[in-house]
C-alpha cells in the first residue's frame, strides 16, 4: 500500500506524557504562524489546498453557482420580452442584464467549468499525480473565483456594465458609460484572464509532460486532446483581449486617446482586437465539451470512437482555422469587400473540420451497443443540437446574407444552439459521466432524464423561434419590441417572443431538477461501483473518488482506451473473435495497489495562492476608487510573490505536527531529497 | 515495502514534488514526456502568450504613430542617437546573461552572480534612460493623453520597460537566492529561465526599436 | 490558539481598526476616506495573518503544555545582539528634526521607524522560538524575507534609475548618448574585470562596486539639485496665421500621409492639379471625374478629406471653418505635402453655413481663386 | 422513409427515438409554416435589387443546410434505433474508416464551395457605389439624421438646396440611392430589411450602402449596433416615392418659411419655439422678433452635436427616433398597407388633422425623457459638461404645450 507521507516531527511528542519528554518544543507551538499548512481535513484543506480534485471541485462548485446567477439573468430579459412594449425591466437595468448574462455565462461558467473538468480529470487521464504547477493552479482558482466576485459587486456599486459583452467603443468611453460598470468588467475580466493563462501554461505543460509511461499524444483521450487545443488557444488569445481591456481602461480611467475620435482614433480596432480574441474564445467554450462528449459516446457504445485521429485533427484544425475567421463578426462594420470576402471564405473553412467531427460522432454510434443513460442522452443531444447550431451557421458564413442576420435574433438562436445545445448539454454529459468518479454516487438516472428532456426541449423552445424572430426582422439587444412590428397571423412575432420565455423556463425547470438532483444524491447512502459505466479510459482505473494522489502505481499505457483493453480480450470463439471480460474493474485496482509505489511526495499546500489572488481585487478596486488602494493592493502582491518564491514547493518537516493517532509505519518519516 | 517501481521498459513518471519556480527539494532531475524540464517548457509557452500581448500592442501603435493631430510627432521628439545606445546597452545586458547562464553551468556561483548582477545593473540603466526619455517626451509637449501616438506609443514603451523592470527584480532576486544557498536544486536551470525571459524581452525592444524608431525615420 | 504570533497579530488587527475609526471620526473629507480605507485593509492584512496564526495552533495544545518548561524564558538561550533599537533611536531623532524643519525628513523618519519597529519585533519574538539559534534565524528570515527583498531590491533599482534619469536630464542633449555609453561600459567592463580576477578579494570589490554606487546616487543627488537643462515644447501644426499664410515650416512630414489608413472613409478627395487649379472628387458618384466645386459635410460629425498634391511645389490644403459669434475663425491645415504625396485631414463643423460670418471653404495658401465651398446643411 | 419505417416496425425502445422525431418534424415545421404574415421588416420578403440579390442566397444557404441536416439527424435517428443494446456482443473494436473519413471531409468541403462562390460574388456586386444620388444619412443616440449631397440628381430632381430631414428617409422609387452613412457619437447601423442588408454607422468612417426600392412604399427598419440606453427606440423608415412624387416631395422641403397667422394660437406657438426649442432644434428661416434669424445650437447643449430639424416635421409620420407615431393606428395602417400607385399620395399628405395622433406628442412634450430613457437629468450630467443624451425634460405648462402642438401642427 501506498502512502502519502506525512513526516513527523523530531521527536514527536506521542503516546504518554510520562515518558521522557524531548528537548525541543514542537513547530506549531513554537511557529504559531508560517507554518505550512498542511492539514487534510477542514476548511484550511480546501483554502489553501493544491490537490487537483479538489481545485477541480472548487471551480465546479464555483462556476455552478455562477450559472444560476447568468440563467436567473436570463430569465429576467425574457420576461423582459414576454409581451410588446413591457415593464418588467428598465432600458438602462436591461442593458446591464444582457451584458452580464453573456459576461457571466462565459467567463464565470462555460470556461471555468471546463477548467474545472480539465483540472480533475487532465492529470487522471494522463495518468498525472498532479498538475505541473499544484500552486498556479490554485492561484488561477482564486483568481477566477474572486475576479468573478468582483465582476458581480458592482450590482451593488453603481450599475454594472451596461456596454454589452462585445463592450463596443466608442460606447464604452466614460462620455457614453459614465458609471463604474465598465470599470468593474475590465478589471475583472483581466483578473479571470489571468487566471485562464497560468491554467493554459500549466494544463499544457501537464499534458505534454506528465503522462504516464507509454502514452504517446496518439494514445491520449480525445478529452485531453480537445483541452489541450482549447488551452494553446487560451494561451494565444488571453493576451490579444488583455490588449484590449488595457487600452479600454486606460482610456476610461487615465485618459488615454485609444478610442477617442476626435483625436482620429478609429473605433474598429476594438472591434479587432475583441474579436481575435473572441472567435477563439468560441472554441474555447466548445472543444472542452467535444472532447466529453467524444469520450461519452464512445463508452456507451462500447466502441472506440469512429476515426480518432480524424477527430483530433479536426479539432486541432478547429483552433487553427479559428484564428483566421475573426472578422466575420464585422461583416457590417464597413471592412471593405476584399476583406469581406476572404474573411467569408475563411469562415466556411472552419466547418469542415466541424463537419467531421459530427460526422464521426455520429459514425461511432453506427454497429454500437448504445446504452441511453442520461450521459449518452446529454452527447447525442448535442450532436442534434450542435448540428442545428453548425448549420445556422453557415447561413451567415456567407457575408451578404449575415448583413441581413447579424444583430437580429437569427445570430442570438445560432449562438445559443452552439453553446447551449453545445458546450453546456455536453457540460451536463460530463456530469452524469464523471459524477461517481468525483463523489462515488450516481447521480439519479432517473432525475437524470427528467433533467435532459427538459432542457432539451427547452433549448429547442427558447431558440428554435428566434430564428424566425431574426428572420423577421426582429433585431437583438433591444429592451422592447413594439406591436407594429410583429406582423399578422396567429404566428406573429409576439406569439415567437411568448414560446421563447416559456421556452426559458423549460431550461430552468431542467437546471432545477439538477440541483434537486445533486441534493439528492448527496444524501444517498449507496456507494456508485468502482466501474459504473464500463468506461475506457485511465481515470476509472483508481477509486472513486481518487485517492490523493490519484493512483498507487503510474500505470503503463499500451493501447488508446487502455482500461478496457485491460479488461477484456479477443477470444476466438466457432463465431470468430469475440471481447471476453477477462477482469473486473476492481481487480485491476487490486493489481495497481499491491504494486504501489512507496514513496509518494506530494506538493504541499500553501497560503500564497490565495494571498496572491487577493491582491488583485483590492489593486482593481483601487484604480476604480482610489488609488491609494492600489497601493495596498500591489503591496500584498508582493508579499504574495516572495512569499510564494521563497517558499519550497515541499513543506518543511518541521511544518508537519505529530499524526494525531500513533507513528505507525504508515506514517513513519520516509527519507527526504 | 517497495520504493518507486517502475514498470518494465518504462521511464518512471513524474512521481514527485512537481514543483514550481525550480525549486526542486529532492534533487535529481524530473522524467517528464518529453525530456524538457516543466519549467522550461512554461516558460517557453509564457514567452509564446507574451509575443502575443506584444503584438496587439505594436499593431496598436503601427496604426496610431502617423494620428499625432497638432501635437508633436515622431520624428520631431525621437533621439535616435540616444535610443540607438540605449538599445546597444539592453543588447550588452543580453550578452552579460548568456556569461551569467554560462557560469551557472559551471557552477560557478561567484560569476553567476557577478554576471546576474551586471545584467540587471544595466538592465536598470536601460530602465533609467526611458524614464529620462519619457520625462523629455513629456517636456517637450508629448503627453500621455496628447493624441493618438502619443498614447500607443507610451503604452507599447510602457509596457516593455514594465517588463524590463520586473525583469530586473528577478535578476536582484536571483542574484540574492544564490547568495543564500536558498536554491538547493539545479541552479543553472533557474538562471536559464530568468535568462529566456531576459533576451526574450531584448529580442521585442529590437522589435519595437525597429518598428518604432527607426523605419518611420 | 492564542500563541505568541497570533496575540502579536490580533493586537495589531485591533490597533489598526481603532486607528481607522479615530481617523474616519477625526479627519473628513478625501483624505479622511482614503486614509481609513488604508487603514481598514491593514487591518484585514493583520486579521488574516491572526487567523492563520490562530487557526493553525489550534490541534497543539498538548505539546504546547508539555514542552512550557522548555519554552520558558528561563530555557531560551541568550539573546544576540539588535541593530534595530539604534535604528528605531535614529528614526525617531529624524521625527523630531523633521517635524521642525522639512516634511520630507519627517515622512523618511516616519518609514524608518516603521521598518525598524517591525525588525525588532520580528526579531524579538523569533528569538523565543525556540531553543536553537539557527533555527530562530530561519523563522525569522522566513517571515521577513518576503518582505526584505523586495524593499531592498525595489530600493537599489529605484536609486539607480532615478540617479541615471537625473544626469540625463541635467546634460546637454547632445551628451545624453556619450554620458549613457559610458555608464553603460563601465559596469560592462567592470562585471569583466571582476569576472576575471577570481582572487580579487570581496572586500575590494564590493569596495569597488560601493564607490561606483556612491558616486552614481551622488551624481544624481547633485544633478537634481542643480536642476535640468532647458526643454522646449515643440510647436504644433495648428493656428490660423501658419495655416494661411503658406510657405514651409521647418521640417516637412513626409510621414503625415500615413494618416491616410482609412481609404474608404473620405469624404472627398481634393486635387490640387499640375496647373494650380483645385477640384473635389466625391466617391460614390457614377462618373468618377466628376469634378465638384461644393462638398456637402454633415454638422458635428467628424470627416476626413484627403488631399492630392499633383502640383509641382510643395503644399498644404487649409480648411477655413468658419467664423461663429465671438470666437476667431476656425482655421486647420496639413503639414506641408511634397509633390505627389497626400495627406490626410480631418474636421468637424458644429454648425451650419448660416451660423458663420466668413464662409466655409477649402483653399491652398498661396494659389489664388481656387477654393471649394462646404456646404454644412 | 426507410429510417422512420424502421422506426415503426421496431416495437421496443422508442422512448428516445419517437420524442426525437417528434421533436425533430415539429421543429421543421415551425420553421416552415411558423412565420408571420406581413412582418414589416421579414427579410425573406425583398423589395428592391440589394435585398434580393440577398435573399437568393440567403434561400439556397437554407435550403442546402436544411437538407444537410435532415440527412445527419435521420442518420442519428437511424443509429440510435437500430443500435440500441439489445443484448448484443459488444461490437468489434474499430477504430474508423480512413476512406470513409476522407470522403466526409471531401464532401463538405465541396458543399461549401458550392455555397461559398455566389457569396463571393455577391459580395462585390452589392459594393458597387455607381450613383447619381448621394444622401448623406448621420446616426447618433438615439435617432437618424438624413442631408442630401448638393449635386446629386436623384429620381431626375437635381437636389441645389439643403434639404435635412431625419428618421424617414425619403428616396425616388426604382433608383439606386446611395447611402454615406457616419455617426456623431457610437457605432448605430443602419438597416432597413427590405432594401438591403445593414451597415454600421461607425464616427470617424464613411461607409457607403446602396438603396433601391422596386415600388413606392414604406419600409421600415431598426437601428441594429447596440448604441446605449434607447437602442431599441432608435428607428427608421425608407419611405420610396414616384418621381412626380418626389418632386412634389423635393419642392415641398425646399419651400419658404410660412409664418403662422398672426394672433392665432400657432402664433403664439412660433414664440414658444423659439424661446423653449430653437436653442436645439432648426426650424429653417424662422426670425427672432427683432429679426434676426434663429440658428439653433445644438453644439452647445446636446453631446452628439445635434438635434432633429423640425421645419417639415408634419410631413413625417413619427417622431423621436422614428419611435412614436404622429398618425392614429389607423391612419398608419392605412398608409402602410396602401398600393403603391396610392401611396405616394397618401404619404404626400402628412399628418392631416384627422389622422393626428396628439397623446404621443403631448406626452413627449410633458416629460421627454419619461417616454424614452435619455440621458438628460440636469443633475448627472458631470460626465458631459453639462451636455445631454437626448432631449430633457423642459417643464412645460400645458398652455404652451397647446400651443407648440398648434405651430408645429402647421410645419408641413
Redesign the interface.
Known sequence: MAIIERPATVPAFVGDASASPPALVTPTAALGAFKRPVSTTGWKSWVFTVDHKKLGLMYGAVSLFFFLVGGLEALLIRLQLAAPDNTVLSADLYNQMFTMHATTMVFLFVMPMAAAFANYFLPLQVGARDVAFPRINALGFWLFLFGGIFLNTSWVLGGAADGGWFMYSPNSSPLFSPSHGIDFWVLGLQITGIASLVGAINLIVTIINMRAPGMSLMRMPVFAWMQLVTQFLLLFAMPVITVALFLLSFQRNFGAAFFDVEKGADPLLWQHLFWIFGHPEVYIIILPSFGIISEVLPTFSRKPLFGYKFVVFSGAAIGTVGWGVWAHHMFASGLGPVSVAVFSAATMLVAIPTGVKICNWTLTLWGGKLWFTTAMNFAIGVIVLFTIGGLSGVTHASAPADTQQTDTYHIVAHFHYVIVGGAVMGLFAGFYYWWPKMFGKLLSERLGKWNFWLMFFGVNLTFAPMHILGMQGQPRRMVVWPKKLTGEGFFNLGFWNQVATVGSFTIALGVLIFVINIFVTAKKVEKAPLDPWDARTLEWMTASPPKEHNFDSIPTVHALDEFFHRKYEEVDTEDGPRLVRVKSAEQILAEEEAAGDAHIHLPSPSYWPIVLAFSLPVIAYGVIFNLMLSVVGAGIMILGLFGWVLEPSVADDSDYDPPAEGSGPSKELASIG | MADITIHEGAAAPADHGHDDHGHDDHGGAHVTSTGLSNNKLAMWLFLGSECLLFGGLISTYMLYRGRHGGGPGPAQVFDIPLTSVSSFVLLMSSLTMVLAVNSAKRLDDRNTRLWLMATALLGALFVGGQVYEFTAFYQEGLGFTTSLFSSSFFTLTGFHGVHVTLGVVMLIALAAIIGRGRISGDKAEVVEMVGLYWHFVDVVWVVIFTLVYLIPA | ?F????KL?FGATALSVACAVVFAASTGGPTG??GT??LL??AI?FG??AG??F???D??V???Q??AE??AAAAQPPVGSSMWPLVAAVGVAGLVVGAVSTPVVFKVSIVVVLAATAEWMVQGWSER????AQ?NAG?RK??L???E??IL??L??GA??????RI??SVD?ES??WV??V??AL??V??FV??GR?NASRSTIVGICTVGAVALLGAGVASAVQGQRT????P???GSALCLEGGTEV?I?D?????V??K????ANIFLQSNDVVIAR?????DPE?N?S?I?????????IRFHNDSSSPQRITARLGTFGDAAEVVMCTTVVNPGKEAFL?F?I???N??SSTPLELVIPGVEGQQIAI?V? | MEQSEAMVSTREGQFAGRRRLVGLAAGVGLVLAGCAKNAPQDTFQPAGSNAREIDGLQRELFYVSGIVGLIVFAAILYAIIKFKDRGQDIPEQSHGNPKLEILLTILPAIILAVVAVPSVAAVFKLDKKDNDCVINVTGQQWWWEYDYVQGSTCGGVEITKSIVTSGELVIPAHTDVLLRITSRDVIHSYWIPRLNGKRDAVPGRLHTLRMQADQAGIYTGQCTEFCGLSHARMRQAAVALEAADFQTWVTNQTADYVAPEADTLAATGEATFVAQCSRCHQVNDLLSPDGTPVLAEPDLYVVSGAAPNLSKLMTRTAFAGWTFDLISAECRDKLWNAPPDEFGALYLQGVTPECFDEANLRTWLRNAPAMKPMYADPTKLASTGGKTRGMPNLNLTEDQIDELIAYMLERK
Request: hydrophobic share 45%; no cysteine.
Open positions: 490558539m500563541t505568541t504570533g497570533s497579530f476616506i482614503m480605507v488604508g485593509s491593514l492584512v488574516f495573518l492563520i496564526n487557526f493553525n495552533a490541534g497543539n498538548p505539546g504546547m508539555q514542552g522548555y519554552t522560538a525556540s531553543a536553537d533555527y523563522v522566513r517571515m524575507h518576503p518582505l527583498f523586495p531590491g525595489a537599489g533599482l539607480v534609475v532615478y540617479a541615471f534619469s540625463m536630464l542633449k545624453t548618448p549613457f555609453m555608464i553603460g559596469i560592462a567592470g562585471a571582476f569576472a577570481r526643454i522646449e515644447e515643440h504644433t501644426t495648428s521640417e512630414d510621414h503625415a500621409s500615413q494618416d489608413s482609412a474608404s472613409s473620405v469624404i466625391i466617391p460614390g458618384f457614377t466628376d465638384f461644393t456637402t459635410v454633415p454638422r458635428s460629425a467628424d470627416v476626413g480631418s468637424k458644429p454648425k451650419t448660416a451660423a456646404v446643411p
